[in-house]
T-cell receptor, first 111, second 113 residues
């Protein structure tokens, strides 16, 4: 059974650019969540999608957005990148509410 | 803002010793999970506890959810070098929807041979 797949694994972008990250959940999982992990703030919730609808959103600026497709795959987009956006972005999928399977993450570096 | 405070942040002990990691909050959580994360990888779920006072065991690891569902602990017996890693507690705040997880800052555990 394939796990949660995130692409790309590594990304280097310049300040002001935008970036799109992709997440393919475990087959059959309809809930996809996104988290940002930094050394200073730890893991912080970005948003969660279920059946193409955003059900919950964390406290991040509007530059951070996401969407989910009918096949449950999800993308998140960050526009007008700032140096502080450098982080490990993690995607997690779930069948229910009591256990999430995380991908290996996308390491984004903004220079 | 629901916060989960984990302690200690760093722990380095010798193989064979016991240890306990704590996860505390002033908020109530509908469920609490423990994860372990290796460098360069995403967190891996170890256990989920949902009932106040619940105790779950996973080999040498014992997890407990506080009676009031505001705190949890992870106890490792006879630690081994393979237990080395970052341990994270995460909770679903009651009333906010189970989809949002609040994470503790993590405990970086090192077991020395």
């Amino acid at each position: 059974k394939a796990g949660v797949t995130q692409t790309p694994r590594y990304l280097i972008k310049t300040r002001g650019q935008q970036v799109t990250l992709s997440c393919s959940p475990i087959s059959g999982h309809r809930s996809v969540s996104w988290y940002q992990q930094t050394p200073g703030q730890g893991l912080q919730f970005l948003f969660e999608y279920f059946s193409e609808t955003q059900r919950n959103k964390g406290n991040f600026p509007g530059r951070f957005s996401g969407r989910q497709f009918s096949n449950s795959r999800s993308e998140m987009n960050v526009s007008t990148l700032e140096l502080g956006d450098s982080a490990l972005y993690l995607c997690a999928s779930s069948l229910g509410s009591h256990g999430y399977t995380f991908g290996s993450g996308t390491r984004l570096t903004v220079v | 803002t629901q916060l989960l405070e984990q302690s200690p942040q760093f722990l380095s002990i010798q193989e064979g010793e016991n240890l306990t990691v704590y996860c505390n909050s002033s908020s109530v959580f509908s469920s609490l999970q423990w994860y372990r994360q290796e460098p360069g990888e995403g967190p891996v779920l170890l256990v989920t506890v949902v009932t106040g006072g619940e105790v779950k065991k996973l080999k040498r690891l014992t997890f407990q959810f506080g009676d009031a569902r505001k705190d949890s602990s992870l106890h490792i017996t006879a630690a081994q070098p393979g237990d080395t890693g970052l341990y994270l507690c995460a909770g679903s705040p009651e009333g906010e929807g189970a989809q949002k997880l609040v994470f503790g800052q993590g405990t970086r555990l090192t077991i020395n041979p």
